[in-house]
């Protein structure tokens, strides 16, 4: 893929992620996707990636904004730099009581892509600002 087609797949990817078009997300994924979480272990493929993403529509009510995408000169890896405005809904385990309390903080994605679809997700954010924000 060149860089503009890795961008334009990433870009609609987040698309979809701020649509809440969760299978529009796993179309551009590969199905053995590697989807690595800020302070959580990698979940392969469409089926843990599903699960995690009810898991958060569960908890929490997220638009990202101010998204840019980037990508090297092959295409093969990309980055996005993005805020995250959410609502904390219900309770995560191990987390802070969920209040409706809302919250924006920067995060960033590292991706991978072959063959038109995206391989790996690698997403960031400072959890302890997070921890602060909806326990302020």
């Known amino acids: ?3 503009t087609e890795t961008e334009q797949l990433v870009e609609r990817y987040f698309a ?8 529009g997300m796993i179309s551009c994924l590969s199905p053995d996707v590697r989807h690595d979480v ?3 272990s990698s979940r392969i ?19 990202l904004t101010g998204i840019t995408v980037m990508s090297n000169g092959d295409g093969s890896r990309a980055a996005a730099e993005f805020v995250v405005n959410g609502e904390y809904i219900a309770t995560d385990e191990g ?11 920067p995060g960033g994605t ?3 892509v072959k063959a038109g679809r995206i ?14 924000l909806v326990s302020a």
């Open 119 to 132: 391989t790996r997700i690698t997403t960031y954010y400072n959890l302890k600002t997070w921890i602060a």
């Open 16 to 23: 979809c992620f701020n649509a809440g078009d969760r299978e």
């Open 38 to 40: 800020n302070e959580g």
């Open 110 to 112: 590292f991706l991978e």
């Open 1 to 3: 893929m060149s860089r």
């Open 95 to 105: 987390l802070p009581e969920a209040r409706g309390q809302r919250y924006v903080l």
């Open 45 to 63: 493929g469409h089926d843990r990636f599903r699960a995690f993403m009810q898991h958060m529509d569960r908890c929490y009510r997220e638009t």
